[in-house]
Nanobody
Framework: QVQPAESGGGVVQAGDSLTLSCSVS?????????VAWYRQAPGKEREVIGT????????HYADSMRGRFTINRNYHENRAWLHMNGLKPEDTAIYSC?????????WGQGTQVTVSS
């Protein structure tokens, strides 16, 4: 069974940028894999940030996430990443990577991002 894993979280200052990475332990992203980034702030529901397909690199963003967040993948390094600009305190959340492969969903453990004012 594949297991996505996130890295790159931490504590940053308001206005900073941060890049999170998603990889698959013991394997690679392949073919029609779809990778999605989500976040869940304290006391709020989990919300989707955006998605990217592996081979094609087709990206889609939630309307509320366009502008400051960018999703992409490094094909040769087998990583999908989320780059965040102009971070705000309200961006504080657990950020999670989700892999969908052949209609089966696999979740990462999540990585904490804390934005200090």
């Amino acid at each position: 069974q594949v297991q996505p894993a996130e890295s790159g979280g931490g504590v940053v200052q308001a206005g900073d940028s941060l890049t999170l990475s998603c990889s698959v332990s013991g394997g690679t992203f392949v073919g029609d894999d779809m990778v999605a980034w989500y976040r869940q702030a304290p006391g709020k529901e989990r919300e989707v940030i955006g998605t990217i397909t592996w081979d094609a690199g087709s990206r889609h963003y939630a309307d509320s996430m366009r502008g400051r967040f960018t999703i992409n993948r490094n094909y040769h390094e087998n990583r999908a990443w989320l780059h965040m600009n102009g971070l705000k305190p309200e961006d504080t959340a657990i950020y999670s990577c989700k892999l969908q492969r052949d209609s089966v969903v696999y979740w990462g453990q999540g990585t904490q991002v804390t934005v200090s004012s």
